[in-house]
């Protein structure tokens, strides 16, 4: 029997939903292999900051740092003080964000089979910057190590998965100094894997390219703040938020999260999609190396929504999220 500590972040509005329909689902794989989970909940997000002044508190960090995995759900306006400081603070330089197509599940390009590699830990998202007030700026880091490190990050994840083709994405014609350092270390990391088919394009012609012809992607390879803008274009593509899982990884952590927000308008109403939290669950099994326990997963969620009997409302169905969960525990 292996046994593995997860953390749990809910967080703010749905998020309590999609996690406690995620570990519904955990507990159905439990008696199907021979893993077993022990779970700790941390508070994080907007409503513990108005509880104790601060919204990501030393307890929490604690126990992400203890813990084999963490599943984060989502937060509200909190996102700068949380789930940011999360990824620098544990050196989790990776975020990997897939576009999939799944089937019952309406997709703009149902031929869409993207890994988004986005840079993690750098660029805007330091926060380093000035108000004052008539006047504004942030500064945009990019360095070697870190550009070197995610695209070789990105060769390797598609060498492991059987991929052949990595794009990378940039502004370096307005962005030369820092776009240009990103280019530079990525052609240095591109010629040591000859078999894989390189190429670069410019973001703004790439946001029209996954629209139009996003089966010409594999994985695609970029910095922060461009990974984060187009990896919710690839999401909506495939059916939206709700079905967007990802993870947050480093050499040694790791913290998945749904890519979808806090959702208030439908917070508490029971009829969330679990199913980007659910997948962001198996990729969190993939990265501790349970790759059967991973799929196990993954299948039951995609049989449920190829029956099409016990969808949420997002999906065009009415079931609730216990449903939802309740149907894919099923399906294991």
């Not at 909506?236 to 999260?257: H, K, R, T, Y």
Request: proline letters at 5%; charged letters at 25%; a negative charge.
């Amino acid at each position: 029997m292996t046994k593995y500590n997860i953390a749990l972040l809910p967080g703010d509005g749905i998020g309590p939903e999609v996690v406690d329909a995620t570990v519904k689902v955990m507990d159905a794989l439990q008696k199907k292999t021979d893993i077993e989970f022990e779970y700790k909940t941390y508070m994080i997000g907007d409503a513990e900051k108005k509880r104790s002044g601060t919204a990501l508190p030393q307890a929490t960090i604690d126990g992400v740092k203890e813990a084999d995995a963490c599943l984060f759900a989502c937060v509200g306006e909190t996102a700068k003080e949380t789930i940011l400081p999360l990824r620098q603070m544990f050196n989790l330089y990776a975020n990997l964000r897939p576009a999939k197509a799944y089937p019952g599940v309406p997709a703009v390009r149902p031929e869409t089979d993207i890994m988004m590699v986005r840079e993690n830990t750098e660029g805007i998202y330091k926060m380093i910057g000035h108000r004052s007030p008539r006047s504004a700026f942030n500064v945009r880091v990019i360095t070697w190590e870190a550009s070197e490190r995610i695209v070789r990050y990105a060769f390797e994840w598609a060498k492991k998965n059987g991929k052949k083709k990595v794009t990378a994405i940039h502004k370096s014609n307005v962005l030369d100094y820092t776009d240009g350092l990103f280019l530079e270390a990525s052609r240095s990391v591109a010629a040591e894997y000859p078999e894989m088919e390189y190429n670069e394009l410019i973001v703004d012609a790439a946001s029209m390219w996954l629209v139009m012809y996003p089966e010409s992607f594999e994985v695609v390879v970029t910095t922060n703040m461009f990974g984060d803008i187009l990896s919710d274009v690839t999401a909506g593509l495939v059916g939206g938020l709700g079905m967007a899982p990802s993870g947050n990884v480093g050499d040694d952590m790791c913290i998945f999260e749904p890519v979808h927000g806090s959702a208030p308008d439908i917070a508490g109403k029971g009829i969330a999609n679990p199913a980007a939290c659910m997948l962001s669950a198996a990729m969190m099994l993939e990265w501790l190396g349970e790759n059967k326990a991973a799929k196990l997963i993954e299948d039951a969620v995609l049989k449920v929504l190829k029956e099409g009997k016990t969808l949420t409302p997002d999906l065009k169905g009415k079931a609730t999220t216990v449903e939802f969960a309740e149907a894919v525990a099923k399906a294991l």
